[in-house]
């Protein structure tokens, strides 16, 4: 399963905290990519992926959990847990 980043981005760039958010990196890019650099820990690009979309998913449920308890953020709590869907069915598809 493929993430459709675009339909976020913009959300994610009122959202993030700065260049060490994974929301940062879909709103500056448009996606999330392995770069460079693997980390040493990591043995594969799908390893590396799963990695990246669970510190994406902990961003986003905590997202979710904001946007819910504050009634000025409530409108951007639907999408948030429709991303946070699609995260978990991507992680998903990756795990199998």
Not at 59 to 70: F, H, L, M, P, T
Not at 86 to 93: L, R, T
Request: charged share 30%; aromatic share 10%; hydrophobic share 40%.
């Amino acid at each position: 399963m493929t993430i459709d980043f675009t339909k976020y981005a913009e959300l994610c760039s009122q959202w993030h905290s700065g260049q060490g958010s994974m929301l940062y990196a879909v709103a500056s890019t448009g996606g999330l990519s392995l770069g460079r650099y693997k980390p040493d820990d990591v043995d594969t690009d799908i390893e590396w992926m799963l990695r990246l979309l669970s510190g994406l998913l902990a961003e986003v449920r905590n997202c979710v959990k904001i946007s819910a308890d504050d009634e000025d953020y409530f409108e951007d709590s639907a999408i948030f847990v429709e991303f946070k869907n699609d995260i978990e069915k991507a992680i998903d598809s990756l795990e199998k």
